[in-house]
């Protein structure tokens, strides 16, 4: 099975930019759809990527479009979420997952990493 984990998180500013990695183990993960998800304190997780397995078409939520850019390596088993123009409202935990349905319990998570934008 492949397993993800996140990283790259931290504390920003508010207008600022992060780059978050979601590293694979496993040999088949080139041949799986990767979402991008994301958690704010009292919220239900929300969808804002899904990238394909060969990186030829990606889903935006209207949250991030035109802010966010994901897209993978797979030579290196990793998915990446490139973030800028980051306002509060991107504060929240951010997974990664292995499936990209908006049934949670469908997709296997990894263990989130925290992106918190300071005003």
């Known amino acids: 099975q492949v397993q993800l984990v996140e990283s790259g998180g931290g504390l920003v500013q508010a207008g600022g930019s992060l780059r978050l990695s979601c590293a694979a183990s496993?040999?088949?993960?080139?041949?799986?759809?990767i979402g991008w998800f994301r958690q704010a304190p009292g919220k239900e997780r929300e969808r804002i990527s899904c990238v394909s397995p060969s990186d030829s078409g990606t889903f935006y939520s209207d949250s991030v479009k035109d802010r966010f850019t994901a897209y993978r390596d797979n030579a290196r088993n990793t998915v990446y979420l490139q973030m800028s123009d980051l306002n509060v409202e991107d504060t929240a935990i951010y997974y990664c997952a292995v499936g990209c349905s908006e049934d949670v319990s469908a997709n296997r998570w990894g263990q989130g990493t925290q992106v918190t934008v300071s005003s």
């Open positions: 496993g040999r088949t993960f080139s041949i799986y759809l």
